[in-house]
């Protein structure tokens, strides 16, 4: 059974930073395209960063620069960090994995998917 489990977030100032995690368990996450996504109230759910079993990476305009994303294989768990958060960044974020996919930005294709922690940036 595939469970994802998020952590690491909280509610920070403008200009703060957070690292969220992803702990998975039932996927080998070196074989397993893996991203973070985020939904804020009224919005849909949007692609912030991927990275393919190969390394390659994929970030969303809004975030390059201020968030990076990576993975332990050998803890089988995906980061984010987040730098320089603005009150725009607040959302509830996911982790997801499939193991073969097309457009890594786009939630649908995605298989499994984490709980979702919060994140909440204030001014």
């Known amino acids: 059974q595939v469970q994802l489990v998020e952590s690491g977030g909280g509610s920070v100032q403008a200009g703060g930073s957070l690292r969220l995690s992803c702990a998975a368990s039932?996927?080998?996450?070196?074989?397993?395209?893996m991203g973070w996504f985020r939904q804020a109230p009224g919005k849909q759910r949007e692609g912030v960063a991927t990275?393919?079993?190969?390394?390659?990476?994929w970030y969303a305009d809004s975030v390059k620069g201020r968030f990076t994303i990576s993975k332990d294989n050998a803890k089988n768990t995906l980061y984010l960090q987040m730098n320089s958060l603005k009150p725009d960044d607040t959302a509830m974020y996911y982790c997801?994995?499939?193991?073969?996919?097309?457009?890594?930005?786009?939630?649908?294709?995605?298989?499994?998917w984490g709980q979702g922690t919060q994140v909440t940036v204030s001014s």
């Open positions: 997801a994995a499939d193991p073969s996919l097309w457009a890594v930005y786009r939630a649908s294709e995605y298989r499994y």
């Open positions: 039932g996927v080998t996450i070196r074989n397993y395209y």
């Open positions: 990275i393919a079993g190969t390394g390659r990476l």
